[in-house]
């Protein structure tokens, strides 16, 4: 059974750090991107960041900067660490993966973890 299990969120004030963790199980993620979306209250679901298979980062204009993603593949683990956090960062944070490759489109995702709420607000 394949399953995205992230953890970490919180409530947090302006200018914290946080980090999101996200447990890969049923499958290796050796040759999956991997991918952390968000979603804002009364918003569409927007890419925060990907992890190729092989290790590159990309960013949203908007966290660049910011937040730093990593992944573990040995321990099926991708993780996201935001410092500097804002209000506008608030969201439901989702983990996800992409067979080979990275993409921004939820569309392009074949796993999708169920969310850890990020609160920023003082």
């Known amino acids: 059974q394949v399953q995205l299990v992230e953890s970490g969120g919180g409530s947090v004030q302006p200018g914290s750090s946080l980090t999101l963790s996200c447990a890969a199980s049923?499958?290796?993620?050796?040759?999956?991107?991997l991918a952390w979306f968000r979603e804002a209250p009364g918003k569409e679901r927007e890419a925060v960041s990907c992890?190729?298979?092989?290790?590159?980062?990309d960013y949203a204009d908007s966290v660049k900067g910011r937040f730093t993603t990593s992944r573990d593949t040995a321990k099926n683990m991708v993780y996201l660490q935001m410092n500097s956090l804002k209000p506008e960062d608030t969201a439901v944070y989702y983990c996800?993966?992409?067979?080979?490759?990275?993409?921004?489109?939820?569309?392009?995702?074949?796993?999708w973890g169920e969310g850890t709420l990020v609160t920023v607000s003082s």
């Open positions: 996800a993966a992409m067979y080979r490759y990275c993409a921004k489109y939820v569309s392009s995702m074949n796993y």
């Open positions: 049923g499958f290796s993620t050796f040759y999956y991107g």
């Open positions: 992890i190729t298979p092989t290790g590159s980062p």
